[in-house]
């Protein structure tokens, strides 16, 4: 029986540590290069120079509200 706890125990251990430190995926840690979170509808605009909601910079800016009138509008990103 000591045996068998001898090698149990480390096994236990193992893995209950590896399960603690598998991290979970970070809420909001899709950043881009330039800070623009895409997970909250962020895209860079070289234009502006700085994060935009397309829809809502093409609705100030009077644009359509479409994927081509936004890079159009921003420029290559």
């Given at each position: 029986?000591?045996?068998?706890?001898?090698?149990?125990?480390?096994?236990v251990a193992?893995?209950?540590?590896?399960?603690?430190?598998?991290?979970?995926?970070?809420?909001?840690?899709?950043?881009?290069a330039h800070?623009?979170?895409?997970?909250?509808?962020?895209?860079?605009?070289?234009?502006?120079?700085?994060?935009?909601?397309?829809?809502?910079?093409?609705?100030?800016?009077?644009?359509?509200?479409?994927?081509?009138?936004?890079?159009?509008?921003c420029g290559?990103?």
């Amino acid at each position: 029986m000591d045996r068998l706890l001898f090698f149990i125990l480390p096994v236990v251990a193992v893995c209950i540590l590896a399960s603690e430190s598998v991290a979970a995926p970070k809420v909001g840690g899709d950043a881009d290069a330039h800070g623009c979170l895409a997970s909250a509808g962020y895209s860079w605009c070289q234009k502006t120079k700085r994060c935009e909601r397309p829809w809502e910079l093409a609705r100030a800016r009077k644009f359509n509200n479409s994927a081509t009138a936004f890079r159009r509008f921003c420029g290559p990103k």
